[in-house]
Nanobody, 125 residues
Framework: HVEVVQSGGGSVQAGGSLRLSCKASGLPRDSNCMAWFRQAPDKAREGVAHIYTNSGLSYYADSVKGRFTISQDNAKNTVYLQMDSLEPEDTAMYYC??????????????????WGQGTQVTVSS
């Protein structure tokens, strides 16, 4: 069966760093795209970053560009999110998603087949 297991996260002061990890196993086919989304209380889910696993091309939301870095370990079906210069506005539950539907939008969470359990990131001022 498919498992998408996240680790990392926690609490940090503004300006600090955290690293999230996400490992997928049991996938019926190799992932074509892995992504990070986040959802803050009373806000809609938003795409943070995604990476196309074959090309290694990565894309970021404007709000995190220059501060967050997404990377992958293809051999392990694992994706990471290095978060630096964290701001209180980054406080949210972060989710990993994998296996983008053919023709789907990498920024649309509904177009991913599998999700991690979520991990809380809290940034205090």
């Amino acid at each position: 069966h498919v498992e998408v297991v996240q680790s990392g996260g926690g609490s940090v002061q503004a300006g600090g760093s955290l690293r999230l990890s996400c490992k997928a196993s049991g996938l019926p086919r190799d992932s074509n795209c892995m992504a990070w989304f986040r959802q803050a209380p009373d806000k809609a889910r938003e795409g943070v970053a995604h990476i196309y696993t074959n090309s290694g091309l990565s894309y970021y939301a404007d709000s995190v560009k220059g501060r967050f870095t997404i990377s992958q370990d293809n051999a392990k079906n694992t994706v990471y999110l290095q978060m630096d210069s964290l701001e209180p506005e980054d406080t949210a539950m972060y989710y990993c998603a994998t296996n983008l539907d053919d023709g789907g939008s990498a920024w649309n969470g509904a177009d991913y087949a599998y999700w991690g359990q979520g991990t809380q990131v809290t940034v205090s001022s």
